[in-house]
């Protein structure tokens, strides 16, 4: 296991020496795959947006503790409802 680990990692370090991987890539890809794994393994429906949950009671204060004052403020960038929601919270934080 320790053998293949060393190879992989050299194998993207040469990738991201010759410009053909970029390392958000590669991020990219392994949390779209992570998520597909997490779906068969508890397959949901979503019915609702980011912005329809963030408005439920509470939720935008618990996802605000969660993510933390920096990335709060960059996820509230993501469109107005985010911004209105979590500007409701910034003084509870």
Known sequence: HLELAEEVAAL???LEAAQI???EQL???LHRQRFQKILRQAPCTFTGS???CMQ???MSLQVASLL????AIAISQCSKPLRSCLRSVSLEL
């Open 21 to 23: 991987l970029r390392p």
């Open 12 to 14: 993207r370090a040469c």
């Open 50 to 52: 980011l912005e329809e």
């Open 56 to 58: 439920a009671p509470g």
């Open 68 to 71: 933390g004052h920096r990335e």
């Open 27 to 29: 991020a990219a890809q």
